[in-house]
């Protein structure tokens, strides 16, 4: 295959070195300068420094329309509030095409109190409807990927080409890929996992151990699987690579920059001074109320998600927010599983 992989930060660099080795693969950088860099170094010194480039990957710079002529398959690893221009830029082209980002647009309209930002399959809807398009999740830090460790992700699209090609590109020895066309589900798991990492950082933060951690995990997962199902999501996915598994993977691996947001505001960091130490970002910081603002219009109560939006706006301080969850009144497991009344939680 030919296939263009559009951003140079450390998940487009870590899948187009995974791909390399069996397809003819460019990995277009925005900054020409990073791009010349790359190429001469054969190294990616700022997001993934010390992994040797393959000699068959090329480094190119310029805009996602050049990028992406004659390509089979189109990977845009931007942040995904990039995303919307991406995808505009792509309309027309008969590549398939996939986004690996995670997380919630930001909202377009931040004077309105209604407005919220959308996931990534439905700026797709709303852009470029025509594109033959899915996404590539699961459970995996770039690093790892790009050390050709064993990993798991999931290749979702309502499109079976897009699926199809998503695991001709990536499936191999230690890169497994499993298909699914529950697109919404997947999106879901991705984005909300973020949010609840932060909540287990925290945790961690705090000292309050092993079960405090398993039990917000375990609960985090009934709201995401609350959320995903008035969206529309198969429960079943949350129970997979892009609900439990990546939530498990976010919230408990050093490497997730999410949870080290919920550790550092446990130490007393602000969090303007969490966000800048990561020197990457950390969607789970952007999408958090997005997504309890829209729980919120469709009856559901995430009450970790909304601890973690009133952390961040500096309502709570990192111990009361921890309070506030674990001093909630009982409910049945099976009411806050999400299976009966939305309301309840």
Same mark, same amino acid.
């Given at each position: 295959?030919? #296939?263009?992989?559009?951003? *140079? &930060? !450390?998940?487009?660099?870590? /899948? @187009?070195?995974?791909? $390399? =080795?069996?397809? +003819?693969?460019?990995?277009?950088?925005?900054?020409?300068?990073?791009?010349?860099?790359?190429?001469?170094?054969?190294?990616?010194?700022?997001?993934?420094?010390?992994?040797?480039?393959?000699?068959?990957?090329?480094?190119?710079?310029?805009? #996602?329309?050049?990028?992406? *002529? &004659? !390509?089979?398959?189109?990977? /845009? @690893?931007?942040?995904? $509030? =990039?995303?919307? +221009?991406?995808?505009?830029?792509?309309?027309?082209?008969?590549?398939?095409?996939?986004?690996?980002?995670?997380?919630?647009?930001?909202?377009?309209?931040?004077?309105?109190?209604?407005?919220?930002?959308?996931?990534?399959?439905?700026?797709?809807?709303?852009?470029?409807?025509?594109?033959?398009?899915?996404?590539?999740?699961?459970?995996?830090? $770039?690093?790892?990927?790009?050390?050709?460790?064993?990993?798991?992700?999931?290749?979702?699209?309502?499109?079976?080409?897009?699926?199809?090609?998503?695991?001709?590109?990536?499936?191999?020895?230690?890169?497994?890929?499993?298909?699914?066309?529950?697109?919404?589900?997947?999106?879901?798991?991705?984005?909300?996992?973020?949010?609840?990492?932060?909540?287990?950082?925290?945790?961690?933060?705090?000292?309050?151990?092993?079960?405090?951690?398993?039990?917000?995990?375990?609960?985090?997962?009934?709201?995401?699987?609350?959320?995903?199902?008035?969206?529309?999501?198969?429960?079943?996915?949350?129970?997979?690579?892009?609900?439990?598994?990546?939530?498990?993977?976010?919230?408990?691996?050093?490497?997730?920059?999410?949870?080290?947001?919920?550790?550092?505001?446990?130490?007393?960091?602000?969090?303007?001074?969490?966000?800048?130490?990561?020197?990457?970002?950390?969607?789970?910081?952007?999408?958090?109320?997005?997504?309890?603002?829209?729980?919120?219009?469709?009856?559901?109560?995430?009450?970790?998600?909304?601890?973690?939006?009133?952390?961040?706006?500096?309502?709570?301080?990192?111990?009361?927010?921890?309070?506030?969850?674990?001093?909630?009144?009982?409910?049945?497991?099976?009411?806050?599983?999400?299976?009966?009344?939305?309301?309840?939680?």
């Amino acid at each position: 295959m030919k #296939i263009c992989v559009h951003g *140079a &930060g !450390a998940w487009g660099t870590a /899948v @187009a070195v995974n791909a $390399a =080795a069996r397809h +003819e693969v460019t990995l277009w950088a925005r900054d020409a300068a990073q791009a010349d860099a790359m190429s001469a170094a054969r190294e990616n010194t700022r997001y993934l420094p010390g992994l040797a480039l393959p000699a068959s990957l090329a480094v190119r710079a310029g805009d #996602i329309a050049q990028a992406q *002529a &004659g !390509a089979d398959l189109v990977i /845009v @690893a931007t942040p995904m $509030a =990039a995303l919307r +221009e991406q995808l505009i830029a792509l309309r027309g082209t008969t590549a398939q095409v996939a986004w690996l980002c995670k997380g919630v647009e930001p909202a377009l309209d931040t004077s309105s109190p209604t407005a919220f930002g959308l996931l990534a399959h439905e700026i797709w809807a709303q852009v470029a409807p025509e594109l033959k398009a899915g996404v590539l999740s699961g459970p995996s830090f $770039a690093q790892e990927v790009a050390e050709g460790r064993p990993t798991a992700l999931v290749a979702a699209s309502p499109h079976a080409g897009v699926r199809d090609a998503l695991v001709d590109a990536f499936h191999g020895p230690a890169l497994r890929v499993y298909a699914n066309d529950d697109i919404v589900g997947v999106e879901v798991g991705g984005a909300v996992k973020n949010v609840l990492a932060i909540a287990t950082g925290l945790c961690d933060g705090l000292a309050l151990g092993l079960n405090a951690r398993a039990a917000l995990i375990t609960r985090g997962l009934a709201e995401m699987t609350r959320f995903g199902l008035a969206l529309g999501a198969r429960a079943d996915t949350f129970m997979g690579l892009s609900g439990l598994g990546d939530l498990v993977l976010t919230s408990t691996g050093d490497l997730s920059r999410n949870r080290k947001v919920g550790l550092l505001l446990a130490q007393g960091r602000t969090l303007a001074q969490a966000v800048d130490s990561l020197g990457h970002v950390a969607e789970g910081v952007y999408c958090a109320r997005t997504v309890v603002q829209r729980a919120r219009g469709l009856g559901i109560e995430m009450p970790i998600a909304e601890g973690v939006v009133a952390l961040l706006d500096g309502q709570v301080s990192p111990r009361d927010a921890v309070a506030a969850l674990t001093g909630r009144d009982p409910v049945p497991e099976s009411v806050q599983a999400g299976s009966v009344p939305r309301h309840s939680s």
